[in-house]
């Protein structure tokens, strides 16, 4: 039974997480008039293809380089800043295993989806970093060298999860990165596949 709540604890976080991520693209379309309400998106139960709309998209269209570049990296930036206020509400949180295993979810996953787009994201060009990188190419290093280092703090957080949360933790962690990595490459072959036969057909 602890086992059964303890894996829908990690789904919940792992939900929420993604959910975050989509909201901090979100916060920077409603900033630049492109959506009505900055927390409504769009994440499926099964995780996949998740994404920030509803968004006006002639209006995301006339959004300059810079703005796009904000509205990139909203996801990431919302990753970080909550993995910061995770760790720091697990360190005055008491015993609780369910809470706690919350809490040590919540800051890896964060930590893992932004190093999976600053880093992997980064080497094979696709979602936020595709778009970084079209806005402002010199941007790419940088941000490449700041995801190896989150990923080193992710890491050093990963070797530090107690015993008693490190089967569930290590597991939502390594699958969703495989999944977040391969889906996104994924999501891009195709997305870039349906838009060369849009273009052909014009």
Known sequence: ????????????????????????????????????????????????????????????????????????????????????????????????????LFLYQFITLHLGEAVTYLVIGNIYLVSDMETIAAQKPSLRPFYFIFGLLVGIIYILVLKNVPNQYKFLVYLFNIVSILCMSIGRIVFTIIHKRNSKEKRELI
């Open 1 to 100: 039974m602890k086992t059964i709540i303890g894996i829908l604890i990690s789904y919940i976080s792992l939900y929420l997480v993604i959910y975050l991520h989509e909201v901090g693209h979100a916060i920077f379309y409603y900033k630049y008039g492109c959506k009505d309400n900055w927390w409504q998106v769009t994440v499926k139960p099964y995780l996949f293809f998740s994404t920030p709309l509803p968004v006006d998209i002639e209006k995301a269209r006339l959004l300059s380089k810079k703005q796009n570049i904000f509205v990139a990296s909203g996801g990431i930036i919302v990753n970080l800043i909550s993995a910061v206020i995770s760790f720091l509400i697990l360190k005055m949180a008491g015993q609780n295993y369910y809470i706690n």
